[in-house]
């Protein structure tokens, strides 16, 4: 869309997205998601959630996780903005999806996770290869789907993200 919008697109960065045919169940509210996202792992459901405002919902979670002594699973700068934005990132996946999808003439670079997550599909990048006809190059990130984009996991993709960002126009 961009490029056919007359923007430039040197490099198509995808951090662990699920391809086509591969994205998990849609979830129908944040409550949802933050179950399916870590709700066996902090002890909560979704029913102790979906009475809550969204604000409410995090601060509960936070609690909850607190009170267990699993504050690690908890991400950081965890809040609102953070749930509403992985909700926008699942809504434009699953709209993208269902249209099909055409492929890219550029240069693409993957992080892959390394750990299992729920039902988040294995191998996500492979997905992405045949859609992408100017060279793709994947890079596999320790964590999984989320913890990769935490510390210390995220200084690995940090790394290679600004060795690429280095490399357009060489």
Excluded at 11 to 19: C, E, M, Q, R, W
Excluded at 70 to 82: A, E, K, R, T
Excluded at 92 to 109: L, Q, S, T
């Amino acid at each position: 869309q961009l490029r056919a919008a007359g923007y430039k697109v040197p490099l198509l960065v995808i951090i662990d997205s699920p391809g086509p045919g591969q994205m998990p169940g849609k979830s129908s509210s944040p409550a949802d998601y933050l179950v399916g996202f870590m709700g066996q792992e902090v002890g909560f459901t979704l029913d102790e959630l979906k009475n809550l405002d969204l604000n409410e919902q995090v601060e509960f979670i936070v609690e909850r996780a607190n009170r267990r002594n699993l504050s690690s699973l908890i991400p950081p700068d965890f809040g609102v903005s953070m749930v509403e934005t992985w909700m926008g990132h699942q809504e434009a996946m699953f709209h993208y999806f269902e249209h099909e999808a055409e492929p890219y003439g550029g240069r693409a670079i993957y992080f892959l996770h390394s750990e299992a997550w729920h039902d988040f599909p294995r191998d996500v990048h492979k997905a992405w290869i045949d859609l992408v006809k100017g060279g793709f190059e994947y890079h596999q990130t320790p964590g999984n789907h989320y913890t990769m984009n935490w510390n210390p996991h995220a200084k690995k993709l940090a790394f290679h993200l600004r060795r690429a960002i280095r490399s357009v126009g060489k």
